[in-house]
């Protein structure tokens, strides 16, 4: 059962008497901050006051005297200027811990199975290894999928691949001017990407060499200003400062811009062999361009090179998921939807959607300046275009009632006019959700990358958690009273276990709408809010079992529930009966957070409950086995979480 909302219910039938639509002053109720006013509070009474022109205390006693739940509660009782204290019984608390113990799902309610969700995640853009920037949507993605799986939904995750866009125009372009023959025979992908990142980067280049001369003259004209506003403007008043002040954050702009063109600039002018090359096209971006539109126009030849390349980029990418132990029920990739996005338009523009400007046809939306271009004046379709065949097949095909981006906040501003045209377009039966997220920062504060200016690659941070990671299990297997337990192999395995775990976990724990900072000590920490600590918490009670050889399917089984004779007990048994909460919370709004800080308070109070009460000594045995069986349940909830989370839970470390 999951208690809040069965509190939440009760308090509305409470409520329905006082006001005319008690839901939003039921969800009130909360888990209490603060264990010493009870397990759950309703503050519903203070809002209510304004409403029903009365004391909030007296609300409060009539909200009580209405409730019915002296089946779970003690009589609730009415604090400070109205707050609504409400605390479990213990034997009530017990007889739910009995019925968990033999419930597959943990009290996670088996709801929503006819409904259908889509997720589109982790989706790159192929022909480039995957990078550190990849990592936030496939770990949140995946986590959300299995989530809503665990709880009955129908899932559908389809890993959108970017198999289609102007990064093919560039490999192709790399491959028919740069290619080094051997490298490629020796190894595809990497020769793929790095002809894709020296045709970047000569593009940059040129758009470099273009742009500085403009932003001399920008910076200049904007110093002048600042000088001219100095002279005349007071500097004692307020207002005057605000304006210089701005007038020179617009100088420091500008010259921040300079400085990264020039060291664009400098880079390859510092390099004569790469000189060389920018100088044998002077509009290599435009010439990629035309690579990519002649694919798109079914060009033999790109075709064939886009052929043969796809399959090899597939490979590199499914190794990467298949080590993140990451999977997809579909891959369709922008390519699938190209024989679509003539008809998409077409529609559109019979629907008046889409409309002629500039030679490009656009959807123009009330109250939003930039309109959602779907095919530009040279006739190319665009990522935009794309996206709306993609939300009418998962609609029409796969029988979406919502579908789900897991993308990068950046992006926001192209999914609020994809989900406003999609309505428009008449698929407004369907919930549409970006489910954005911030970026991953270095210690510097700015986008997490290598020492040399690189991005990070995935395949190499992987390396470097998993080699780290076998520092500590060294460490604590070392470090065991009897000696170490672990043989290499299993050493290496838990060191997987350990440092990917910490990669995912570290993701999740963060709200993801922020930025965080990327830090391998806090990552894998021993103690702390980390995957370290819970797979810990979680193998130390196999180690319990192990040790006392004890069979934990007739633990299940064995009559009586759990006894609760010390505080501790009470507070695990307590946050065991809200697993079902959990899963609700991360529900509501995509996430996963919710799980990790439950799973990481569950491994604390487990913690104090294992410093607290003896467990395998316990003479009486009665207490042994109740002790037994909330070691059992926690072990399980701990594992059940961090495996819907996508980590693995080791049984020895
Ligand atoms: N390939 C895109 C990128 O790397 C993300 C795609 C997200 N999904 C979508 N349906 N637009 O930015």
Known sequence: MNVLKELRHRTAKALAPLVDDPQPFAAMVKPAQDAQFGDYQANCAMPLAGKLKQKPREIAEQIVANLEVDDLCEPPEIAGPGFINFKLKDDWI????????????????????????????????????????????????????????????????????????????????????????????????????????????LSDYHAAVKALPELEEQLQSQQQLLEAKRGELDTSDKKARKEIGKLEAAVKATQDRIESTRSKLKEVESDPALKALADQDLEIARHARLETAKLHQGDAENT????????????????????????????????????????????????????????????????????????????????????????????????????LYVVDARQSEHFKLLF??????????????????????????????????????????????????????????????????????????????????????????????????????????????TATYVQYAHARICGIFRKGDIDRASLRTASGSPLISAPEERALLLQLTRFGEAIEAVCEDYRPNQLTQYLFELSNLFSSFYVNCIVLKEENAELRTSRLKLCDLTARTLQTGLKLLGIETPEQM
């Not at 017990?94 to 309610?109: F, T, Y």
């Not at 959602?372 to 996206?387: E, H, I, P, S």
Request: net charge negative; charged share 25%; aromatic share 10%.
């Open 420 to 529: 406003e045209t999609a309505r428009q377009w008449g698929f407004d039966q369907t919930e549409y959700q970006h489910v954005s997220f911030g970026t991953i920062l270095g210690e510097d504060k700015r986008p997490f990358k290598t020492r040399s200016g690189d991005t990070v690659g995935l395949e190499s941070l992987i390396d470097e958690a998993v080699a780290q990671s076998r520092k500590i299990v060294d460490e604590i297997d070392d470090s065991k009273p009897d000696g170490p337990e672990l043989d290499a192999e299993t050493r290496a395995n838990v060191a997987e276990m350990v440092g990917i775990g910490g990669i995912k976990y570290a993701d999740l724990r963060h709200n993801r709408d922020s930025d965080y900072v990327f830090s391998w000590d806090k990552m894998l920490a021993k103690d702390g809010d």
């Open 94 to 201: 017990a007889s739910q811990g009995q019925a968990l113990l033999n419930d597959e799902r943990l009290g996670v309610e088996d709801s929503e199975a006819d409904r259908t969700v889509v997720v589109d995640f982790s989706s790159p853009n192929v022909a480039k290894p995957m990078h550190v920037g990849h990592l936030r949507s496939t770990v949140l993605g995946d986590a959300i999928c299995r989530i809503l799986r665990f709880r009955g939904t129908q899932v559908h995750s389809d890993n959108h691949i970017g198999d289609w866009g102007t990064q093919f125009g560039m490999i192709i372009y790399g491959y028919k001017h740069f290619l080094d023959q051997s490298a490629f025979a020796e190894n595809q992908v990497a020769e793929l990407s790095r002809l894709y990142r020296l045709v970047n980067q």
């Open 304 to 403: 064939e090179l886009w052929n043969q390349f796809l399959p090899a980029c597939l490979a590199m990418l499914h190794q990467m998921y298949e080590r993140l132990d990451i999977h997809f029920d579909m891959e369709l990739g922008e390519s699938f939807y190209q024989p679509m996005l003539t008809d998409v338009v077409d529609s559109l523009k019979q629907q008046g959607l889409a409309s002629e400007s500039d030679g490009a046809m656009c959807v123009f939306i009330e109250g939003n300046d930039a309109p959602f271009l779907v095919q530009k004046q040279d006739g190319a379709f665009t990522y935009a275009t794309t996206d709306l065949a993609t939300i009418r097949y998962r609609i029409n095909e796969l029988k979406a009632d919502e579908i």
